[in-house]
């Protein structure tokens, strides 16, 4: 008779799991725009540093540049590099 009495505490884990599921993509995808908006936005900070470095004449300057250029442009290619290897591997596409 107890394990009636603890039935329905359980029903709505049981029944909840896609709702959780879809909930978790949709957190999952908010993280990952968030992801992509702050590695720009740290990536425009390096960029300015870098800039700063070359401005003072230092050696390591114009490496620094271009590292800053090549962080920025994966970090605004990773949602299509991403894409595009969920198309291929066939997990679907969004």
Not at 1 to 13: E, G, R, S, V, W
Not at 27 to 52: P, Y
Not at 59 to 66: D, F, H, M, R
Request: hydrophobic share 50%; proline share 3%.
């Amino acid at each position: 008779m107890k394990q009636i009495k603890y039935l329905p505490l359980a029903l709505p884990f049981v029944f909840s799991n896609w709702a959780m599921a879809a909930s978790l993509k949709g957190t999952a995808d908010g993280l990952g725009n968030e992801a992509v908006k702050i590695g720009l936005s740290l990536g425009i900070f390096a960029l300015a540093v870098a800039g700063t470095y070359l401005a003072l004449g230092k050696q390591e300057g114009g490496q620094k540049v271009t590292l800053a250029v090549i962080g920025i442009l994966v970090v605004l290619l990773a949602p299509t590099i991403v894409t595009t290897l969920r198309g291929i591997s066939g997990g679907g596409i969004g």
